[in-house]
């Protein structure tokens, strides 16, 4: 085992690799290029998730992979893994097999169209990169590859690079990430300055404790800009609806999940908690992360936007769990904070596969109908049922709906939320309850923000004629999402599948087993479950409610006559027939919490007609905006104030004088010669 799995993984990395060349030497060859590039990164993905499992399940302590080392100082190429890295590895692993599945068909309407050698190039890459994150055990090497991840993200969000749209949301999601990338870079320097090490596997015994608060904070903030922590979530709803959809669902399933790997890695384990307030910090940031988020997403009318920030509330819950873990952490819980990290790792798995597949279908909606907005779609379960039924399965899983599995990790975080509220800790427990306030009226607005997409996209009527003229996707997208809806309900059925991995994850990092301490003894969480010696299995509950709901029909065709149907007309209130025009549109529907929350979106709306005068019997047309406080009052006074400084200082600096120039370099060599000197 100590010689079989690196070579799993090191033949998982280099199919990646052959892939990325494939598509650079088949440039001009796109069917083929893009059928060989899927294929590879299939095969890797197959390879990769098998190993992670192994090492997981079968292998303590890291794994090293792959070594060499550099003549260029503090640089060395090491890859290890370690139980926390091959969890996230199996997450990325399975999504890039569906995924790349999906892509066979979904990159098709680009060929003869756009350079499909270079989108390959690009989304093999960028998938190597991700993989180089989790498995560097330098803190230089590491910071290069997440600047990689993030430059090659970015190429793919500005790919249809002809919209003004995209190119703005590019440079805004580039803007952000290298912001993020500083404050992470600054937080490696401060902890090199103290240990004369980049290891990520040393020891942080060297580091004084404001020093380590500093660091804490600067890793809050540059990996919480990479998972859409509000308020430093802005790139987020404008990056993923310009990314196409394939990649859509990689960044929002797995990218955005690096930064949480990366507050596991640099916090939990290196730093160590020994703080109850960075816990606290992040349970509150988690919460304004759940309401928020869905509150956003129930207003957007284009479905990209919408999952985005949905993706923003799934973050908050994840980091709900994180903090509940750090402060039982900090007050020496151990029992309770892993139960706590349980919770978040497992939603963290489960957002990756449902979410995943979300965006893969709002691809496919795309891909049919030309256009992201719910308010030209409508009766699509009729002219699409594949990818219907598929969408309906991931609507249910990201709503908590039983039996599919965005139920398991949801449940988990309430009860971890519960569980931790004790005697003695007034404030703590305050806050944990109004945690579960939050997470209990998310829960409710996410069932209504995927009633709404559900059904303003796929039921009723039409409401264009690119709806109307819809056709299913190619069997490729639909196997894809197939194999994603099987999986959330594969994991919702039977939790103990992945809990099993999660446990051995949080035992390697110094926590304790919650299988065995917890199994039939808080909620109703493992399964099978034992309560006053009787045990329940919800797959033989699922599977006899199916049974009874079969017999239930056959009985009902035996015994329950001929069916006769009439065709009469109605008097419909002086309609001959109902149109899309009379059925509800998305805004309408979410217009009782728009009023609700009134001071949030603060809409405005604007009332215009094509005659002359508004009570005249041409057309009227009625639209809403709302407003984003975060946009409005943070980020673009600060732009305009950058803006602003930038002109006036500009002129002054920038003389395009070179003396000038030579003197600001002397300057600054000298500075950090006195600082290197005396400080």
Same mark, same amino acid.
Not at 216 to 229: C, D, H, Y
Not at 430 to 459: E, N, R, T, W
Not at 477 to 492: D, E, K, T, Y
């Given at each position: 085992?100590?010689?079989?799995?690196?070579?799993?993984?090191?033949?998982?990395?280099?199919?990646?690799?052959?892939?990325?060349?494939?598509?650079?030497?088949?440039?001009?060859?796109?069917?083929?290029?893009?059928?060989?590039?899927?294929?590879?990164?299939?095969?890797?993905?197959?390879?990769?998730?098998?190993?992670?499992? /192994?090492?997981?399940?079968?292998?303590?302590?890291?794994?090293?992979?792959?070594?060499?080392?550099?003549? !260029?100082?503090?640089?060395?190429?090491?890859?290890?893994?370690?139980?926390?890295?091959?969890?996230?590895?199996? /997450?990325?692993?399975?999504?890039?097999?569906?995924?790349?599945?999906?892509?066979?068909?979904?990159?098709?309407?680009?060929?003869?169209?756009?350079?499909?050698?270079?989108?390959?190039?690009?989304?093999? &890459?960028?998938?190597?990169?991700?993989?180089?994150?989790?498995?560097? &055990?330098?803190?230089?090497?590491?910071?290069?590859?997440?600047?990689?991840?993030?430059?090659?993200?970015?190429?793919?969000?500005?790919?249809?690079?002809?919209?003004?749209? =995209?190119?703005?949301?590019? $440079?805004?999601?580039?803007?952000?990430?290298?912001?993020?990338?500083?404050? !992470?870079?600054?937080?490696?320097?401060?902890?090199?300055?103290?240990?004369?090490?980049?290891?990520?596997? %040393?020891?942080?015994?060297?580091?004084?404790?404001?020093?380590?608060?500093?660091?804490?904070?600067?890793?809050?903030?540059?990996?919480?800009?990479?998972?859409?922590?509000?308020?430093?979530?802005?790139?987020?709803?404008?990056?993923?609806?310009?990314?196409?959809? +394939?990649?859509?669902?990689?960044?929002?399933?797995?990218?955005?999940? $690096? @930064?949480?790997?990366?507050?596991?890695?640099?916090?939990?384990?290196?730093?160590?908690?020994?703080?109850?307030?960075?816990?606290?910090?992040?349970?509150?940031?988690?919460?304004?992360?759940?309401?928020?988020?869905?509150?956003?997403?129930?207003?957007?009318? =284009?479905?990209?936007?919408?999952?985005?920030?949905?993706?923003?509330? =799934?973050?908050?819950?994840?980091?709900?769990?994180?903090?509940?873990?750090?402060?039982?952490?900090?007050? #020496?819980?151990?029992?309770?904070?892993?139960?706590?990290?349980?919770?978040?790792?497992?939603?963290?798995?489960?957002?990756?596969?449902?979410? %995943?597949?979300?965006?893969?279908?709002? %691809?496919?909606?795309?891909?049919?109908?030309?256009?992201?907005?719910?308010? *030209?779609?409508?009766?699509?379960?009729?002219?699409?049922?594949?990818?219907?039924?598929?969408?309906?399965?991931?609507?249910?899983?990201?709503?908590?709906?039983?039996?599919? +599995?965005?139920?398991?990790?949801?449940?988990? $975080?309430?009860?971890?939320?519960?569980?931790?509220?004790?005697?003695?800790?007034?404030?703590?427990?305050?806050?944990?309850?109004?945690?579960?306030?939050?997470?209990?009226?998310?829960?409710?607005?996410?069932?209504?923000?995927?009633?709404?997409?559900?059904?303003?996209?796929?039921? %009723?009527?039409?409401?264009?004629?690119?709806?109307?003229? @819809?056709?299913?996707?190619?069997? &490729?997208?639909?196997?894809?999402?197939?194999?994603?809806?099987?999986?959330?309900?594969?994991?919702?059925?039977?939790?103990?599948?992945?809990?099993?991995?999660?446990?051995?994850?949080?035992?390697?990092?110094?926590?304790?087993?919650?299988?065995? #301490?917890?199994?039939?003894?808080?909620?109703?969480?493992?399964?099978?479950?034992?309560?006053?010696? =009787?045990?329940?299995?919800? @797959? /033989? !509950?699922?599977?006899?409610?199916?049974?009874?709901?079969?017999?239930?029909?056959?009985?009902?065709?035996?015994?329950?006559?001929?069916?006769?149907?009439? *065709?009469?007309?109605?008097?419909?209130?002086?309609?001959? @027939?109902?149109?899309?025009?009379?059925?509800?549109?998305?805004?309408?529907?979410?217009?009782?919490?728009?009023?609700?929350?009134?001071?949030?979106?603060?809409?405005?709306?604007?009332?215009?007609?094509?005659?002359?005068?508004?009570?005249?019997?041409?057309?009227?047309?009625? &639209?809403?905006?709302?407003?984003?406080?975060?946009?409005?009052?943070?980020?673009?006074?600060?732009?305009?104030?950058?803006?602003?400084?930038?002109?006036?200082?500009?002129?002054?600096?920038?003389?395009?004088?070179?003396?000038?120039?030579?003197?600001?370099?002397?300057?600054?060599?000298?500075?950090?010669?006195?600082?290197?000197?005396?400080?």
């Amino acid at each position: 085992m100590e010689l079989f799995l690196p070579v799993l993984f090191q033949a998982s990395v280099l199919l990646y690799l052959v892939g990325a060349i494939i598509s650079v030497l088949l440039r001009k060859r796109e069917k083929i290029n893009n059928l060989s590039a899927n294929l590879f990164c299939m095969a890797a993905s197959v390879l990769g998730a098998a190993a992670s499992i /192994a090492k997981i399940l079968w292998h303590e302590g890291p794994l090293g992979i792959f070594e060499a080392h550099s003549t !260029i100082p503090f640089l060395s190429l090491v890859m290890k893994v370690d139980n926390i890295s091959a969890f996230f590895l199996l /997450a990325l692993f399975i999504l890039v097999f569906c995924v790349s599945i999906y892509s066979i068909g979904y990159i098709s309407h680009y060929i003869g169209r756009r350079n499909v050698g270079l989108f390959n190039f690009l989304y093999t &890459t960028f998938i190597l990169t991700m993989i180089l994150v989790f498995t560097s &055990t330098n803190a230089i090497f590491f910071y290069i590859c997440w600047e990689a991840m993030s430059v090659f993200s970015y190429f793919l969000v500005v790919f249809e690079s002809e919209k003004s749209e =995209n190119q703005r949301a590019g $440079t805004l999601y580039i803007i952000m990430t290298h912001l993020a990338s500083a404050f !992470i870079l600054v937080a490696f320097l401060i902890i090199y300055s103290y240990t004369q090490s980049f290891d990520l596997y %040393g020891s942080s015994g060297a580091l004084p404790e404001m020093s380590k608060n500093i660091i804490f904070l600067l890793f809050l903030i540059g990996f919480g800009t990479k998972a859409g922590l509000i308020p430093l979530h802005v790139w987020l709803p404008h990056a993923h609806p310009a990314a196409p959809s +394939n990649v859509s669902a990689l960044m929002s399933g797995i990218m955005i999940k $690096t @930064a949480i790997y990366g507050m596991l890695r640099f916090v939990h384990c290196y730093l160590g908690i020994e703080q109850a307030w960075w816990g606290l910090l992040i349970l509150t940031l988690g919460m304004i992360s759940v309401f928020l988020g869905v509150a956003y997403a129930l207003m957007e009318g =284009n479905i990209k936007r919408l999952l985005a920030f949905s993706s923003v509330e =799934n973050i908050g819950i994840i980091l709900i769990g994180l903090g509940v873990c750090f402060i039982a952490f900090a007050h #020496e819980q151990v029992l309770l904070g892993s139960f706590a990290l349980t919770a978040a790792l497992l939603h963290t798995f489960n957002h990756s596969l449902f979410k %995943g597949g979300l965006f893969l279908g709002a %691809g496919a909606i795309q891909y049919s109908t030309q256009t992201k907005d719910m308010e *030209k779609l409508g009766g699509l379960s009729k002219r699409i049922p594949v990818t219907a039924f598929f969408v309906l399965c991931f609507s249910l899983a990201i709503s908590a709906i039983i039996p599919f +599995n965005g139920f398991i990790g949801e449940w988990l $975080t309430f009860q971890a939320l519960f569980a931790n509220i004790l005697p003695g800790q007034t404030g703590i427990d305050i806050l944990l309850i109004l945690a579960v306030a939050a997470l209990g009226l998310a829960g409710g607005l996410v069932i209504a923000c995927f009633v709404k997409f559900f059904g303003i996209s796929f039921l %009723g009527l039409p409401r264009s004629e690119q709806a109307l003229q @819809a056709k299913e996707v190619p069997l &490729t997208m639909n196997i894809s999402m197939g194999l994603l809806a099987c999986l959330c309900l594969f994991f919702g059925l039977f939790p103990l599948t992945i809990l099993t991995l999660v446990d051995k994850v949080i035992l390697s990092i110094g926590g304790s087993t919650v299988l065995g #301490e917890l199994r039939g003894e808080f909620f109703l969480l493992f399964y099978p479950l034992e309560i006053a010696g =009787n045990e329940i299995l919800p @797959a /033989a !509950i699922l599977g006899l409610v199916l049974v009874m709901i079969i017999l239930t029909l056959l009985l009902l065709r035996m015994f329950g006559g001929k069916y006769i149907e009439r *065709k009469y007309g109605t008097w419909d209130c002086g309609y001959e @027939a109902l149109t899309s025009r009379m059925q509800y549109s998305a805004t309408g529907f979410s217009k009782p919490l728009q009023i609700v929350f009134k001071i949030l979106f603060r809409p405005s709306r604007k009332l215009s007609a094509e005659g002359e005068a508004l009570c005249s019997s041409e057309p009227i047309k009625y &639209t809403t905006t709302f407003s984003s406080i975060f946009e409005d009052f943070l980020y673009s006074p600060a732009a305009k104030a950058v803006k602003s400084f930038s002109k006036k200082t500009a002129f002054r600096i920038q003389t395009g004088s070179i003396h000038n120039y030579l003197i600001y370099i002397l300057v600054t060599v000298l500075l950090l010669i006195l600082y290197n000197r005396f400080f």
